[in-house]
């Protein structure tokens, strides 16, 4: 069955701190990765996507993924959080070329000032 | 460009009552989702449509739940009879057409049932 799942549930860094969050996935055939943020008392937002070429991706707000094909991984990561990085992440995956998206249950990252 | 609307923001309801939610996606996106997110999970997808058109519904309980997008702009989403697992945020996303169009999200309403 199609699946994504982060492993890290909750996360508290301080302020500086190197951040890396997992997302697997379990999908058949050619995939879409995304992860979207949602700060507090906000909507969803797109951070990043991967469809094809580059496995390394660079997104809003000097976040990064890599997706790696053969781990089935595509983790999240910030060299330094910032205070304002304190926000829940979600992976979500989709078979390339459906409009159907499978998410994560989500990591909350608090980030100590 | 304005971004999705959803309406109301918070709602609470009795077991058994009945409830809407509405949204506006953003203009020009042919395609709409409504996703249910309990607390503690991930958004779970409940309908997609294609401008008027159900394109995945596979994960709606259509005993109690039924939606509409009639005009292939804004949609409906109601609950009828509710019931106390039901108490979540239901969001509203839209994407221009296309399997690898990011989506993009409502603020949700969050429903309680009493």
């Known amino acids: 069955a199609q699946s994504v799942s982060q492993h890290n549930h909750h996360v508290i860094l301080s302020e500086a701190a190197s951040l890396e969050l997992g997302c697997n996935y379990s999908?058949?055939?050619?995939?879409?990765l995304f992860w979207y943020v949602q700060y507090p008392g906000q909507h969803l937002q797109l951070l990043l996507k991967?469809?094809?070429?580059?496995?390394l991706v660079k997104g809003i707000k000097g976040f990064e993924a890599e997706f790696i094909k053969s781990k089935f991984s595509f983790n999240l990561r910030k060299p330094s959080v910032q205070w304002s990085d304190t926000a829940e992440y979600f992976c979500?995956?989709?078979?390339?070329?459906?409009?159907?998206?499978?998410f994560g249950t989500g990591t909350r990252l608090k980030v100590l000032a | 460009e304005a971004g999705v609307a959803q309406s109301p923001r918070y709602k609470i309801i009795e077991k058994r009552q009945s409830v809407a939610f509405w949204c506006n996606p953003i203009?020009?996106?042919?395609?709409l989702y409504w996703y249910q997110q309990i607390l503690g999970q991930g958004p779970k997808l409940l309908i997609q449509?294609?401008?008027?058109?159900?394109?995945?519904d596979s994960q709606l309980p259509k005993d109690r739940f039924s939606a509409e997008r009639l005009k292939g702009v804004d949609s409906t989403l109601k609950i009828q009879p509710a019931k106390l697992e039901d108490s979540a945020v239901y969001l509203c996303?839209?994407?221009?057409?296309?399997?690898?169009?990011?989506?993009?999200f409502g603020d949700g309403t969050r429903l309680s049932i009493l």
């Open positions: 203009s020009g996106h042919a395609t």
């Open positions: 996303a839209s994407s221009v057409t296309g399997g690898n169009q990011p989506q993009h």
């Open positions: 999908y058949g055939g050619t995939v879409n």
């Open positions: 979500a995956a989709g078979s390339s070329g459906t409009y159907k998206y499978i």
């Open positions: 991967y469809f094809s070429g580059d496995p």
């Open positions: 449509f294609q401008n008027n058109g159900v394109v995945d």
